[in-house]
Structure formats: structure tokens, C-alpha cells
């Protein structure tokens, strides 16, 4: 039997126009709030679990740093020290899991995995990444553009801005369409042909939403004017044999000094970052003063502390 079900975040849209904005306005909150000193304990006495099939830096250290700083605890699961390595059924772990854990975040390859997982979980599951979809960095990039580009943190100041995606129409790139959608925003997307977003994602994201997407294969058209410009590596985890094929599929589609001079003066680049300096990135943009990602990083700790006060209940 099917356990009753916890709100999970496998994507962008599994959050209303509601709930994304109570999220970000949250994660704005606990950033100034932890500034002095002040602590949320929402989490206390609970415990989150990590359950990682691919390598992370930042989504697994900005989650466990999160719980503990919402006074929980953090278990990380390596999958390939459970039993589930060894072919114990998805729908198994997730229900055992349920019965030790408040919360789950996972990040792995297809999203058929995130899902059967939360469909069989009666706690919440979180997408820390899949192939499809990285709705959690997605929603703390949102919060650095808003956090630079309005006053105030009001979310209605970025409703005007252009901002351009230049690289694969990856997962990164799927959430951050999603994202856009809910805030009603203007993206555009310039992607090699053959590499553009999933186009089913796109008509899904834009159903009810006053979004402006656009794809096209001219970087330069999706960075004229933009405010912000957002990449991204060329070969994602599980992409390793395409990388020297993708290298020259995606040399043009670089952000570089000659890219950004098309953009406004004051726009700002983001990377979610581990950058590959030299190729969709110059180090000389990304250590430059129009690079925010250092920011960005730390955003993510103040998003996923106001998700798993949300969340975990
Ligand atoms: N941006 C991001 O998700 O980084 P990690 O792969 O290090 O978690
Ligand atoms: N698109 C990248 C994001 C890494 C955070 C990947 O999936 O590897």
C-alpha cells in the first residue's frame, strides 16, 4: 500500500506562483536574520537525508550546513553503500526511509527516479539534481538576481529585465525556465541547434504564466541588452564521453569579454558553478566585477534553510 503523501520538490512546477514567492521571501529573511545572529530552530529534531548517485560540492554541503543551522540533523547515504545498489526496489528504500527520515533530498540520473521515490515516501522528497531538473539551484539563482536587481528584495523590480541563458538546454536550464514562468519573467535561451531546452518543458512551464521564453541559437541575440546572463558547463554530470565532441559543438556559446560587451553595463553572470574556466566561462568573467556567483553559492544555504522550513513539517 501507497504511504499518504508529503508535498515533495522534484521540479519548478510542483510550487504555484504562491509558493515560490513564500519561499524566496523566506530565504531573504533567514539570510539577514542569520546576519545577527538570529536563528530559526524550525528543524529541530528532525533529520534529513542525503542521498547522492552523482558527485556535489555546494547542494550537499548547503543542505547538511542548512538543517544543522535550523537546529536538525543530517544523514548522508551514498547509494552505492545501500542495499538499493544491490537491487532492493526503489519503492522499498523509500518507504523504509520514511520511517527513519523527515525529509529526503536525493540527486541521481532520470527523474523517473526522484519520482517513484517521493511516490512511495510519506516524507517529503527533494530533487538535489537529476538529468531533467535543478529546481533548487534554479530558485536560489532567482533570489541572487532579485537580491541584485530590485530594491528591497521585491520580486515585481525583475518583472522588466531580460535575461539570457547561453549554453546546453540542460537541467539547469529546464528549472530556470520553470522559474521564469512562475515570476512571469523574460528568458532567452541561446543553445546550439540539437542542444535547445525540451520543448515540452517549455509549453508545460508556459500554460497559465505571462512569461516571455524564447530559444535561439545566436548567443548574441539572447545577451544584447540582457541584465543578467546565466551558463552553465557543456557536458553534465553523466556526460563525460560527449565532452570533446561538445567542446567544439559549443565553442561559440562562451561567456567572454566580447559576449558581455553586447549586454547592459551593469549586467550580472551567474554560474552555479563548478566552472570549466576556458570553456563556457573565461576566468576573466568569472573573477570580474560583474560575476556574482560567489553569492550565488551562498545563497543556496539561505534558499534550502526557507525549503526545509517549508517542507518539513
Ligand atoms: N551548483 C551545484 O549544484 O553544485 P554541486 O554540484 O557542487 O552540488
Ligand atoms: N548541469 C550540471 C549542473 C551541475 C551543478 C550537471 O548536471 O552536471
Not at 533567514?30 to 542525503?50: D, N, P, Q, R, V
Amino acid at each position: 500500500m501507497k504511504p499518504k503523501k508529503a508535498k515533495d520538490f522534484l521540479r519548478v512546477l510542483d510550487f504555484s506562483v504562491d509558493e515560490v514567492k513564500t519561499v524566496l521571501t523566506r530565504a531573504n529573511e533567514l539570510k539577514k536574520e542569520l546576519k545577527t545572529g538570529k536563528k530559526s530552530e524550525a528543524a529541530k529534531g528532525k533529520i534529513l537525508g542525503l542521498l547522492f548517485e552523482k558527485h556535489s560540492t555546494r547542494t550537499r554541503i548547503s543542505f547538511e550546513s542548512a538543517m544543522y543551522n535550523l537546529g536538525g540533523n543530517c544523514t548522508f547515504l551514498s547509494s552505492k553503500d545501500l542495499q538499493l545498489n544491490r537491487g532492493e526496489p526503489l519503492k522499498d528504500t523509500a518507504r523504509v526511509l520514511s520511517r527513519y527520515l523527515d525529509c529526503l533530498v536525493v540527486r541521481t540520473f532520470g527523474q523517473n527516479i526522484v519520482e517513484e521515490l517521493a511516490n512511495w515516501a510519506s516524507i517529503p522528497v527533494i530533487n538535489g539534481l537529476t538529468d531533467q531538473h535543478h529546481p533548487c539551484q534554479a530558485l536560489s539563482d532567482i533570489m541572487t538576481v532579485i537580491e541584485k536587481k530590485s530594491q528591497g528584495f521585491n520580486l515585481d523590480d525583475i518583472k522588466g529585465l531580460k535575461i539570457a541563458w547561453v549554453g546546453d538546454g540542460n537541467n539547469v536550464a529546464h528549472s530556470w525556465i520553470e522559474v521564469c514562468a512562475r515570476l512571469d519573467l523574460n528568458l532567452y535561451l541561446a543553445c546550439p541547434k540539437g542542444y535547445e531546452p525540451d520543448k515540452h518543458i517549455i509549453e508545460e512551464s508556459l500554460k497559465d504564466s505571462k512569461a516571455n521564453i524564447v530559444v535561439v541559437n545566436d548567443p548574441i541575440k539572447a545577451v544584447e541588452d540582457a541584465d543578467v546572463i546565466n551558463t552553465d558547463v557543456w557536458a553534465s554530470m553523466g556526460q563525460e564521453d560527449e565532452e570533446d565532441e561538445r567542446k567544439e559543438i559549443f565553442k561559440n556559446y562562451q561567456v567572454n569579454t566580447k559576449l558581455l560587451s553586447h549586454a547592459k553595463k551593469d549586467a550580472i553572470v551567474l554560474h552555479c558553478l563548478p566552472a570549466h574556466r576556458g570553456q563556457e566561462i573565461t576566468e576573466e568573467v568569472l573573477e570580474g566585477p560583474q560575476s556574482v556567483v560567489w553569492d550565488q553559492a551562498e545563497n543556496k544555504m539561505h534558499l534550502h534553510r526557507a525549503l526545509l522550513e517549508f517542507l518539513v513539517k
